[in-house]
Nanobody, 122 residues
Framework: VQLQASGGGLVQPGGSLRLSCIASGIIFSIGNEFWYRQTPGNERELVATITSGGNTVYPDSVKGRFTISRDNAKNTMYLQMNNLKPEDTAVYFC?????????????????WGQGTLVTVSS
C-alpha cells in the first residue's frame, strides 16, 4: 500500500490550493484519514481529520479555511485550502488508517504519504 500526495506549490497570500492523496495497493478498507504539516525544526502538526463516516475535525489555526474530504470510490482524500497565509507554509503530509490483506489476513496499518511543499508568499 502506498499513499501519493500532490498539489503543493507556490501561492500568494489569500490564495487557494487543493492537495490530493491517493491510496494504491491491496486495500480492504480505509478508515480515518488525516493531513499534517511540518516546518523545519518543528514536529508535525495535525491540521485536518476525516473519519470513515465523514466527520471532520480541524484545529483553530485552520478552521474555516481548510476543508478535508474523501472520495471512497477513488481511494482519494483532499485538502482544500483557502485564504492561505504565510504561516501555512510547510510540507504537508497525508496519513490513513488502511486495512490491507497479507497472506490472507486483514491487518490495519497507518500509512504516510510523502510530503508536498506548500509555500505561501508574495
Amino acid at each position: 500500500v502506498q499513499l501519493q500526495a500532490s498539489g503543493g506549490g507556490l501561492v500568494q497570500p489569500g490564495g487557494s490550493l487543493r492537495l490530493s492523496c491517493i491510496a494504491s495497493g491491496i486495500i480492504f478498507s480505509i478508515g480515518n484519514e488525516f493531513w499534517y504539516r511540518q516546518t523545519p525544526g518543528n514536529e508535525r502538526e495535525l491540521v485536518a481529520t476525516i473519519t470513515s463516516g465523514g466527520n471532520t475535525v480541524y484545529p483553530d489555526s485552520v478552521k474555516g479555511r481548510f476543508t478535508i474530504s474523501r472520495d471512497n470510490a477513488k481511494n482519494t482524500m483532499y485538502l482544500q485550502m483557502n485564504n492561505l497565509k504565510p504561516e501555512d507554509t510547510a510540507v504537508y503530509f497525508c496519513k490513513a488508517e488502511i486495512k490491507t490483506v497479507i497472506e490472507g489476513t486483514i491487518i490495519e496499518y497507518e500509512y504516510w504519504g510523502q510530503g508536498t511543499l506548500v509555500t505561501v508568499s508574495s
